[in-house]
């Protein structure tokens, strides 16, 4: 079936040689002294830049000789020749200058050859260690006796050691091409022992491996001693190959360079039927390598275990199918017991292992059929291979990982044979299925009258060559579609038989059928009458020989009677046929009403009253009827003999005419039974509403729809509680063919209806009224104001619709406050709230209170005594008595108050400042420092409450400033240090301040806690805040976003009002080169964490170690310097277990912790 060419087309390119695939022939008759003088032709001059450019590629030259060559003469001692390839090898070019340059085709590099092995391989057992078998279901052939019996497989490796024990019955022989001298059975490389074992092992022998075909014959061509080898030695290895009438040729070696010789010898083994298998080589790269680059070569690539692809397997076209060889087991060469059985070895892993796989394959198929050929082994290996990469083929997988018992199946299967005979018929005895052992088989020849049969083709367009045969050997599911010359002079238009039409057959025959009483034998030619298809054909009398049962007759060209077509015509009489005075019957029929209360009234009979068989009184067993309705559009129904019309509403008062024939042996009677059927009216139906009830919102309007199945009837009003509606006051839509519209009601006249119930009444020109429920109502939102004071409800307003106003409770009342407004925000925040305030939702006011001023100034915090207190306003500076200390009169900007630690503990001084702005509460090292901004407290405030005591604070970490609210809740306030004795915390809200204890605030932080230190000085410093009131949640885990945004507030970056609430800190953290933002809600790990810190610290050189830690190899890449870092610092410790687990989840107890001590390192 000839040469299976690669799915790709090789373009024979030398990198050296030019283009194409004639190599160039040396152009001078001196050929050594041009070469050597530099006067080269392009052969010559690229060969020398090939050994400038690539010293060691190759050893000596190639020289072709022309086929015409004289009978050679010895050249010298030093130069070899290959009678079979017709070719020469020469170290030097000088010893070609006694040949003639016309006797001389080319001259190439003898390029080296390497094999695709790295070092030794090894395995055992099947089951225990070829993977590499089983994986592919070499079972399959094993259990059905398939061993490559017979099948000659020769190896030009590096040869092959005989003396195994896995090779006891193996039969090898050999020959040696490599310049050593030593027998083909002297492997001292070992590449050749394994590969052939790979095919060759002798399997169920109770010892070592078992080989993918051990019945082969194997042929051990020994060119290599170590790695490489030169081009020659293979090339004459190949000849003898194919003087030695080997099947299969596996080449488990190869080279970049393409090699006219090599080309030759391999299209000589693809010429002589050889199946040639290489390796595709080992480098997990594109490049091509040769033989396995050529057309004529079955290329195989490596999987590993579990059949993916092998990091070192070429991907390029060459590529056909891959097999294991990552690591796979095989027979040793320095012993007559060994195996390599290291699988991770690089020895046992190569392409070269992969190669034989498919060579013993292809030993297994001819081994089944000597007549398999080439092409139809790839068929088995396209077909079967289980398919990887990319869908179909691909130039990593080629078609695939081979899968030895899907091609064992296919190999076996028998394979069908599809005729697409175009109108034509087959003979009874064509062949409709093959087995590849099959021999020949010719293909049948079909008839079709009026045609010729021109032959067979494998194309439905058929185009290719005519198909006459299967040969031996071949396999797949085939299809054939027949040709036909067309032969009009001889073809038939029709036949009539007393009017009757004949019916052409499969056969080419015709046949009619005649009504019953017609006698056979009164039939004369003259009623047969035969229309030949051309005008100037003629069709001769019909003639009869059995009493009018069959006739014959010809057509043929007018005047040559000689080019005839005889046809057959066969005539049979209908025994079954409509009785006397049955042919004409009538009936009548009513339809159903539109609403099914009324059912139909069908037209019912049976058929079987009105034929007969022959001139008996009974009818066949398989009697039946077929009827045509005309006019009607109803069901028509058949069980048995008895027919049912049941009318439709389109039939009503109209004619329906049936026609029923008698049906027997499949067969329709000539003549039939007509049935006049009259239709009665359609009965009046009862019209309804289909939606159950109806709604109407007076929030959204819209009106109201109506569903309605009217079944004929029209709508003749609409009531609203009996109120009639007019015509702009609802809508019918259009009625559908099923009889359905829309009644739609418009908004006026049900806005105009009170909330509740209602009813909606439809009446209609026939039948009862439909009357369906309707509520009114309204879905405008309404909202609930609550009024809160001093912790509890004063006063609520109930059902405010959106955008309406309320009216405000009179003003709450409480002792030494002033009521200053309701307020959307506790202490005076947010929006006031007054009784032009429009409500949009529900929500919650808060009662503002400022402290009532005493009267004619005084009054205050008591006490006085030494010191005394300074305010400096810019403009103007007023000097407080130490008497009058407690209230200040004078507007102005910023004030300062200042307290020295030897002052009262109560301190005497005061602010005039306005509503709502944010002050500064500074603590030093000598007192307390007050910045107060203008417009932060109201006129006369007691600036006494905003001072602490000093001495009574420490600045130790679970010590905080905190205000008390109107409740007597404690609320810290977050600080921040400036100097080493100096602490600034910030604050808004105007009340009584006090030095707390952090540790107390939150419910679920005890004070034996190990973080409760650090949980108490990171939320005192207002770098982390509670979950909830009253809850820090210590166990759960921080997020990246929530750590970004700590390091942002312990920079001082302003990370308030962003959207999601992390991005102010997010956008700090990128711009700083502290994060790149990604996974802002996912938990941080300690190592991420531990990296934040380090790059927040600016990157410091690392004092610590890993090496301590059980899981250090677990640490990421990125974070193993700040890591270091960290724990040099004493920033972060191991588990108990005694690892780091960078990987693990922090909590924010950790974080907690480990920010307490960043911050402690960061100040020393």
């Not at 891959?322 to 690089?346: C, F, Q």
């Not at 970490?957 to 080493?980: F, I, K, Q, R, T």
Request: some cysteine; charged content about 15%.
């Amino acid at each position: 079936m000839g040469l299976r060419p690669h799915p790709w087309l090789l373009e024979l390119i030398h990198p050296r040689f030019g283009k194409g695939s004639e190599p160039i022939k040396p152009v001078s008759l001196l050929l050594c002294a041009a070469l050597l003088a530099g006067l080269l032709a392009p052969v010559a001059a690229a060969q020398e830049a090939a050994v400038e450019e690539e010293p060691g590629s190759y050893a000596g030259y190639i020289v072709k000789l022309s086929d015409d060559i004289p009978r050679m003469r010895t050249l010298n001692a030093d130069a070899s020749y290959d009678r079979e390839g017709n070719f020469l090898v020469v170290d030097t070019l000088e010893q070609t200058q006694e040949i003639p340059e016309e006797y001389i085709d080319y001259i190439e590099p003898n390029y080296y050859v390497e094999l695709f092995s790295t070092q030794d391989p090894s395995d055992p057992y099947y089951a225990d260690y070829q993977w590499s078998l089983q994986e592919i279901g070499a079972m399959s052939a094993y259990r059905q006796g398939l061993t490559g019996e017979g099948v000659k497989v020769g190896f030009v490796d590096s040869g092959i050691n005989t003396a195994h024990v896995d090779l006891d019955d193996a039969r090898i022989d050999g020959a040696n091409f490599h310049a050593d001298g030593l027998s083909f059975d002297q492997d001292i490389y070992g590449h050749g022992t394994f590969a052939a074992g790979i095919v060759a092992a002798q399997t169920d022998n109770g010892v070592g491996l078992a080989g993918v075909a051990p019945g082969a014959d194997i042929r051990a061509y020994r060119v290599f001693n170590q790695k490489t080898t030169t081009m020659d030695a293979v090339v004459s290895a190949i000849y003898a190959a194919i003087g030695d009438g080997c099947d299969v040729i596996n080449l488990s070696l190869g080279t970049q360079y393409q090699s006219n010789t090599l080309r030759t010898a391999i299209e000589a083994a693809e010429a002589a039927g050889i199946v040639l298998v290489a390796a595709v080589g080992n480098d997990g790269s594109s490049t091509l390598q040769y033989p396995a680059a050529y057309s004529a070569v079955i290329g195989v690539g490596s999987v590993d275990s579990g059949l993916t692809v092998s990091s070192f397997s070429q991907r390029n076209r060459s590529v056909y199918v891959t097999a294991p060889g990552g690591g796979v087991a095989g027979l040793d060469h320095e012993s007559a017991d060994g195996y390599r059985l290291d699988l991770t070895s690089k020895g046992n892993m190569g392409t070269s292992y992969a190669a034989p796989v498919v060579a013993g394959m292809a030993a297994l198929a001819l081994g089944y059929d000597r007549d398999l050929t080439e092409d139809g082994f790839r068929y088995l290996l396209e077909t079967t291979s289980t398919d990887k990469g990319s869908s179909g083929y691909d130039t990593t997988y080629g078609y695939g990982v081979v899968n030895i018992d899907a091609f064992v199946s296919e190999l076996r299967r028998e394979f069908t044979i599809t005729y697409e005979t175009n109108g034509g018929v087959l003979p009874e005895n064509a062949v409709q299925a093959y087995a590849v052992t099959d021999d020949t088989l010719t293909l049948p020849t079909p008839t079709r009258p009026g045609f010729q049969f021109t032959g067979w083709y494998a194309a439905s367009d058929l185009s290719g060559g005519q198909v006459s045969a299967i040969p031996a050997g071949s396999l797949g599911d085939l299809e054939f579609f027949a040709a036909w010359q067309s032969d009009q002079t001889t073809a038939v238009q029709s036949v009539l038989v007393n009017g009757q039409t004949a019916v052409p057959q499969a056969d080419g025959s015709y046949r009619a059928y005649l009504p019953y009483g017609t006698v056979l034998a009164d039939l004369t030619p003259n009623n047969i009458v035969v229309t030949p298809l051309e005008a100037g054909s003629v069709a001769e009398p019909a003639v009869t020989e059995d009493g009018g049962r069959t006739w014959t007759f010809q057509v043929h060209t007018s005047g040559d009677a000689s080019h005839a077509q005889t046809y057959t015509l066969h005539l049979e009489v209908d025994s079954l046929h409509v009785a006397d005075g049955s042919a004409a019957q009538s009936g009548s029929a009513v339809p159903a009403s539109h609403d099914g209360q009324t059912p139909a009234i069908p037209y019912c009979a049976d058929a079987a009253a009105w034929f007969l068989d022959g001139e008996s009184q009974t009818l066949p067993d398989d009697f039946t009827c077929q009827t045509a309705v005309e006019g009607g559009s109803g069901l028509f129904t058949l069980d048995g003999s008895t027919l049912t019309y049941i009318p439709s509403a389109e039939d009503a008062g109209q004619a329906v005419t049936l026609r029923v024939q008698g049906v027997h042996a499949g067969r329709a009677t000539l003549d039939a039974v007509t049935i006049t059927l009259t239709v009665g009216a359609l009965p009046v139906s009862q019209s309804k509403a289909l939606t159950p009830s109806l709604t109407y919102d007076r929030n959204t309007g819209g009106g109201a729809e109506l569903s309605l199945a009217l079944f004929g009837n029209q709508v003749t009003g609409v009531s609203l509680d009996a109120a009639a509606l007019t015509d702009g006051q609802y809508a019918l839509g259009e009625v559908t063919t099923d009889g359905a519209a829309l009644l739609t009601l418009e908004d006026a006249p049900l806005a105009a209806l009170e909330n509740g119930a209602h009813t909606v009444t439809v009446t209609f020109d026939a039948g009862a009224p439909a009357a369906v429920p309707l509520t009114v109502c309204d879905s405008t939102p309404l909202y609930t104001v609550t009024f809160r004071s001093q912790g509890a409800v004063f006063d609520t307003r109930s059902g405010v619709y959106s955008g309406s106003t309320v009216t405000l409770p009179h003003a709450p009342v409480r002792e030494d406050y002033d009521f200053q407004g309701w307020y959307t925000q506790e202490n005076g925040k947010g929006t006031r709230f007054t009784t032009q305030t429009p409500v949009t939702d529900s929500l919650t006011l808060y009662a503002y209170w400022t402290a009532t001023v005493p009267s004619g100034g005084g009054g205050g915090g008591g006490g006085g005594g030494g010191g005394g207190g300074s305010v400096a306003v810019p403009a103007e500076t007023v000097t407080a008595a130490q008497t009058s200390a407690n209230t200040i009169t004078e507007a102005g900007g910023v004030t300062t108050l200042t307290l020295l630690e030897e002052a009262a503990t109560s301190v005497e001084s005061e602010a005039l400042v306005r509503e709502n702005a944010a002050h500064t509460v500074v603590l030093t090292g000598r007192g307390v420092t007050v910045t107060v901004p203008a417009g932060t407290l109201p006129e006369g405030f007691d600036v006494n409450r905003l001072l602490p005591d000093r001495r009574a604070f420490t600045g130790a970490p679970g010590e905080v400033l905190a205000y008390v609210d109107e409740n007597g809740g404690l609320h810290p306030l977050p600080w921040v240090v400036v100097g080493a004795d100096e602490l600034i915390f910030t604050t808004g809200i105007a009340a009584d301040y006090r030095i707390v204890n952090a540790k107390g605030i939150f419910d679920d932080v005890m004070a034996d806690d190990w973080y409760a230190d650090s949980v108490a000085f990171v939320t005192a410093r207002g770098l982390f805040s509670g979950t909830d009131e009253a809850v820090f949640s210590p166990d759960a885990p921080m997020t990246r976003g929530m750590l970004m945004t700590v390091l942002a507030r312990l920079d001082g970056a302003d990370t308030a009002g962003g959207s999601p609430w992390y991005k102010p800190g997010m956008d700090w953290a990128v711009t700083r080169g502290i994060s790149d933002g990604s996974a802002p809600g996912a938990p941080i790990t300690r190592e991420q964490l531990a990296a934040m810190l380090w790059r927040y610290a600016g990157n410091p050189v690392s004092q610590g170690s890993l090496d301590g830690f059980t899981d250090a190899g677990k640490v990421s890449a990125y974070a193993a310097e700040a890591l270091r870092w960290v724990v040099g610092a004493g920033l972060i410790t191991g588990t108990d277990a005694g690892a780091l687990n960078p990987q693990g989840e922090a909590s924010r107890a950790e974080v907690s912790a480990m920010l307490t001590r960043f911050i402690m390192v960061k100040a020393e």
